[in-house]
């Protein structure tokens, strides 16, 4: 079924001892004045695993083959093969490619840029994610040394195991702006048969990622980041309203007592004078580690893991 509505949000991601979003130093991203943000690649990455372990079809992730006897990514002519079972040559019909393209959960939800034997394709996805920031001040960056069990191979002369560096955050609390315009798939619509659009499945699947697939995504520099927080504002049908990213009327609280406070003042303001024009809101939280005051909100509020159940 077709989904109509225009959707905005927030989602937040906590990071303990932990390295959400390197940058090529591996340290945590940062920008010019040193305030540390994740990117929106980092965001949809461990949703898009989730989405290949529930097995969904994903375009956009890297799979290896063995060629000449070593290992090496596969083209994207490759991975389309691999998930849609037939290769592009300078016959395929553009109609076919698309038609293939959004049946991948990734591409319906977050577009796709493909190029490939004449097929060059631009889909500005519906759903557009903004840079996630980290609303915690006090935040503080630790390198750890880890020892290998190997000496150095590219050193003849070493004779010691050598020496790594893990460098994570102490406490991070990343909160990522996102929209939602099932409209951006109109120009498809006389282009594909039956095509429906952004439908009502796919933006369920979006949302099931963003309360779970931070916490099930647990790789070593990853491990004590997860899902801390998601608020859902989908605009009545009808009406022609925009919103600029969320994040900004948002901040964290870290409380001497038993939870912290994502404080959403400011959106609550914001959102109480635009109410006749949003059809529902949904809140998710860790209600065990956080306290969120929704008093004079029309929301309905969740423990985050009840979703995820």
């Known amino acids: 079924m077709k989904f109509n509505k225009r959707v905005y949000g927030v989602v937040g991601i906590k990071s303990i001892m932990s390295n ?28 898009k695993k989730y989405w290949e372990n529930q097995g969904e079809k994903i375009l956009y992730m ?77 935040v503080e960056i630790e390198t750890q040394d880890i020892l290998s069990p190997f000496r150095n191979s590219t050193k003849e002369d070493a004779d010691a195991s050598s020496l790594g560096k893990k460098i994570v955050v ?5 909160m990522y702006p996102f929209s939602i315009n099932p409209k951006n798939y109109d120009v498809f619509k006389d282009v594909i048969d039956n095509f429906e659009g952004y439908t009502e499945d796919a933006y369920k699947k979006f949302k099931k990622g963003c309360l779970v697939a931070a916490t099930g995504f647990n790789t070593n ?13 989908e605009v009545k049908e009808e009406e022609q309203l925009y919103l600029a990213n969320l994040d900004s009327y948002i901040s964290f609280i870290k409380n001497t007592g038993d939870k912290d406070i994502i404080d959403i003042t400011e959106l ?15 809140i998710y939280y860790n209600t065990h580690t956080v306290q969120i005051d929704t008093t004079g909100l029309k929301c309905n509020a969740y423990d985050i893991f009840d979703e995820v159940k």
Request: glycine residues 6%; hydrophobic residues 35%; aromatic residues 12%.
């Open 20 to 47: 959400w979003n390197a940058d090529f130093t591996g340290r945590p991203k940062t920008i010019t004045t040193g305030e540390i943000f994740g990117s929106d690649k980092a965001f949809k990455y461990p949703i």
């Open 62 to 138: 890297k799979s290896y083959q063995i060629n000449k006897d070593k290992l090496q990514p596969k083209q994207l002519s490759e991975r389309y093969q691999e998930i849609f079972g037939t290769a592009i040559n300078d016959k395929t019909p553009s109609k076919e490619v698309l038609s293939n393209l959004f049946s991948a959960i990734d591409v319906l939800n977050f577009g796709a840029t493909f190029a490939e034997k004449k097929q060059n394709i631009s889909i500005t996805g519906a759903v557009q994610i903004g840079q996630g920031f980290n609303k915690y001040k006090d």
């Open 170 to 174: 102490d406490e991070a609390h990343y």
């Open 221 to 233: 520099s990853k491990s004590g980041s997860e899902n801390e927080f998601a608020i859902f504002i």
């Open 268 to 282: 609550k303001e914001m959102l109480r004078k635009i109410e006749d024009k949003i059809h529902n809101i949904e």
